[in-house]
């Protein structure tokens, strides 16, 4: 994900903007948030405008990518709103693409560490595929063919070669951001890599009830807090390079750092029952209010970009992790259902009043808050837009199965052993130009931020 900092960023609206002005006031996308049937016209809408983006199903193109300027990791993403779609509405269109995409992209040992991304993937590239395939095995999602890797399987093949990448030699443990050393990031640490970790081991624990999956999930949260990227409010910053001991926090903040560890903390909870997890999971919950607006109350926002039009690629499609998440959270932790479901209403029904834009009338905006359409277009942000429609339709939904109760994906605890993580063969000539460009961006943007020109945007 290249996503450390945004605030320094020239627009990327306007590089997406298109220039069709929306015909009258027809609104293509109608939807009823009280109204199964409505949200379901509306999410099958919805997905089948951000289906055009994807070409991986055509003959000579790579199942599982996304076409520039869409990242790998996001994919990854969009498989997981495809099953989760699945699941909610019951309609299989997408569900031999997504079981192509997926078992391509996992690998011969199902950690999803393809050598074609070996110059860009990070640990929460990784993990957000690692999340789809825990999604898959949650809800019963048809299995892959038998002598591929399965489900579970990969979710454990991806905790098996993050579990090692624990890393205390500096800021006394985490994840770092960048998997390989010659990636720029590798010396940052951040949130969403170790928050991607503990939230999936959170629920490998609750799915099979091993234990060592519940211990990483707790070393994991303790580190987050000891280190600092959750402060005593529990709100969560971006990260901080280890070359200072993640002494120089990067204080943004994204609402998917808090959705990944919410629905991580209610897994915790379910697994154990233990009041401690409850009450993490109320303050992580409590911490989410500060996406919320206030007029039109109750509506999803990216505070940290979508007010000054900084949201880069990946950021348009945030939040709809944190929708995604919360309605999963309503079902492991019903005691939240309360505060939860006015919340993805609201954000439902505005985000659906964006969706009239592009030839069919379906493309949605990024800021829901506008409740029409900004006359922007990208993949992510439909896909946000997706996932917090179909987020209504969890009332109407069963609850995650687990090993023991109904799972049928088959695991092993020792995947992702084999074959070893993919070694440059001469970096020289394997970082193009463009790749250096990009990165030489990146670090200019990292420095920024963590020399506090985004000071602005910190919370409390
Ligand atoms: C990696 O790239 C090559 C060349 O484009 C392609 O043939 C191969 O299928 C790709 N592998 C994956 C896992 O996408
Ligand atoms: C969480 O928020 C609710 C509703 O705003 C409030 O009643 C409750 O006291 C808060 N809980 C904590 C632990 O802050
Ligand atoms: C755990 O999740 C199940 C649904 O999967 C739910 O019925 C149960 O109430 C949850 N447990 C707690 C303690 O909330
Ligand atoms: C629990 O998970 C760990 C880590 O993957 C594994 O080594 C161990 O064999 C598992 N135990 C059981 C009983 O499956």
Redo the contacts with the bound molecule.
């Keep these: 994900m290249r996503a450390a900092s945004s605030s320094t960023q020239p627009s990327w609206a306007s590089l997406l903007t298109i220039g069709l002005a929306g015909l009258g006031a027809v609104q293509a996308v109608d939807l009823d948030i009280e109204d199964g049937e409505s949200i379901k016209k509306a999410a099958k809408e919805i997905a089948t405008n951000m289906m055009t983006y994807y070409t991986g199903m055509n003959p000579g193109d790579n199942p599982g990518n996304l076409p520039d300027p869409y990242y790998w990791w996001e994919a990854g993403a969009m498989f997981n709103a495809l099953i989760d779609y699945w699941y909610y509405t019951g309609d299989d269109t997408w569900n031999d693409i997504t079981i192509q995409g997926m078992t391509w992209q996992a690998g011969e040992n199902g950690a999803f560490m393809p050598n074609n991304q070996s110059k860009t993937e990070g640990n929460d590239d990784q993990v957000f595929w690692a999340f789809a395939a825990m999604s898959a095995a949650e809800r019963n999602f048809p299995n892959p063919p038998d002598d591929k890797p399965q489900w579970l399987e990969m979710a ?1 093949a991806v ?2 070669t993050q ?1 090692p990448r624990w890393d205390p030699s500096s800021c006394g443990g985490g994840l770092r951001w960048q998997i390989f050393t010659w990636n720029n990031g590798y010396n940052y640490k951040n949130t969403i890599s170790t928050g991607g970790f503990f939230h999936l081991a959170a629920r490998l624990a609750k799915y ?1 009830g ?4 519940s211990d990483w999930a707790e070393k994991a949260w303790d580190w987050i807090s000891d280190v600092g990227f959750m402060t005593t409010n529990y709100h969560f910053w971006d990260g901080a390079s280890d070359l200072n001991e993640c002494k120089e926090l990067n204080k943004i903040e994204w609402t998917y750092n808090n959705g990944v560890f919410l629905l991580g903390a209610a897994n915790m909870y379910n697994a154990t029952e233990d009041p401690k997890w409850k009450d993490r999971l109320q303050r992580v919950l409590n911490s989410t209010d500060i996406f919320f607006a206030t007029t039109p109350k109750n509506v999803m926002y990216e505070r940290a970009c979508e007010t000054v039009n900084t949201c880069m690629v990946d950021q348009r499609s945030f939040k709809g992790y944190l929708a995604r998440w919360m309605a999963s959270t309503t079902q492991l932790a019903p005691f939240t259902f309360d505060q939860i479901m006015p919340k993805l209403k609201a954000s439902g029904q505005a985000a659906a009043k964006t969706c009239t834009g592009g030839d069919q009338q379906t493309s949605c905006g990024l800021r829901w808050t506008d409740q029409k359409w900004d006359h922007t277009k990208d993949f992510g942000q439909q896909m946000a837009a997706l996932e917090v429609v179909q987020s209504n339709l969890i009332t109407r939904v069963d609850p995650p199965v687990t090993s023991d109760n109904g799972g049928t994906s088959k ?1 092993n ?2 995947a992702g052993g084999k074959p070893p993580e993919p070694k440059p063969k001469a970096l020289s000539y394997t970082i193009t130009t463009a790749d250096r460009a990009g990165a030489g961006i990146l670090t200019v943007m990292m420095i920024i931020t963590l020399g506090g020109s985004c000071g602005w945007l910190i919370w409390d």
């Design positions: 454990q905790f098996n579990a099979t091993n234990s060592t999956y695991g605890p020792s």
